[in-house]
């Protein structure tokens, strides 16, 4: 099984950065795709970024020109930089990793003061 770790969140005011990361438990080579989702308090999870293997990217229309994901595969890690964070992007982010069947980490708590 994979294992995934995020770690990064945190308390920020409105307009402050965050630089999420995932740490799998093996190689990032061997992930086909990675991604981040959001879950807002009381809301479904969805997506937010997805990278595959090979660096092509996908962003919820929220995200971007906001939000950058990145791959380090030699380092087993993932990241999603988050610039100019609103109040709305408060919630908790989950790493995702799919690689024949869909992994989950446990999640890291944003938290966006106005």
């Known amino acids: 099984q994979v294992q995934l770790v995020e770690s990064g969140g945190g308390l920020v005011e409105s307009g402050g950065s965050l630089r999420l990361s995932c740490t799998a438990s093996?190689?990032?080579?061997?992930?086909?795709?990675m991604g981040w989702f959001h879950q807002p308090p009381g809301k479904q999870r969805d997506m937010v970024a997805l990278?595959?293997?090979?660096?092509?990217?996908n962003y919820r229309d929220s995200a971007k020109g906001r939000f950058t994901i990145s791959r380090d595969n030699a380092k087993n890690t993932m990241f999603l930089q988050m610039n100019n964070l609103k109040p709305e992007d408060t919630g908790v982010y989950y790493c995702?990793?799919?690689?024949?069947?869909?992994?989950w980490g446990q999640g890291t708590q944003v938290t966006v003061s106005s």
């Open positions: 995702y990793a799919l690689r024949g069947v869909t992994y």
């Open positions: 093996e190689s990032g080579f061997s992930l086909h795709t």
């Open positions: 990278i595959t293997r090979s660096g092509d990217t």
